[in-house]
């Protein structure tokens, strides 16, 4: 028995000897070396990518909007814009002929500035309106020069946004109604100026 595990021991250890150790962790030492090459160039791609980002907002108080921003470190230019007809179709009719056409175009966008296309009507009639309240946007970008483009695309579905408008109606209202009494207070002002010089002027003339 003592002499078979002896055996065995000296195979293993001529096993050992004979593989080739070295050569087997230079391999697996390259092989990671590339892959964090390839991981960094990767990294580094995506860094120098164009990055577009569309979102709804509210501009002159309750005028619908969509605004393309560039979210990303390099200029990109805006190939093309596509709203769904269902949608559009409620729209004025010079409207909709201009966002026709910017199903194919050449905005360019530089990094941290933003570009907004108006739908030339209220929110407001849009969610009480309007039959089909989703706007779906299919866009075309690529980085500013280049021929490589990519294609997103989202959707805005406007009733999600009526309890939030109502409250920046609210909001609206109220400083409607806070301009309005400082242009009564300066139109007092200017009376009682008036009032006190006419008062002066009576005084002299007694």
Known sequence: MEELIERLVIAVEQQNTAF???SVISVLALIASWVTILFLLKERSEKNRPYMQISFELVRSTLACVVLRNVGTVPLEVKG???NE???????EKTQKRLKKKESTSIVIF????WIVSFDTNVFNIINDFEEKTVRIDF???KYGKNK?????IEI???EYGGFLNYISEVDEFKNSVDNLKKSMESINKDIKKLAVLVENGENYG
């Open 157 to 159: 579905d406007f009733s």
């Open 20 to 22: 080739p150790w070295d």
């Open 111 to 114: 990094p941290g500035q933003k």
């Open 149 to 153: 483009s990519y294609d997103e695309k």
């Open 86 to 92: 269902n949608f559009t179709k409620q729209l004025q």
């Open 81 to 83: 814009l596509t709203f």
């Open 140 to 142: 075309k970008y690529s």
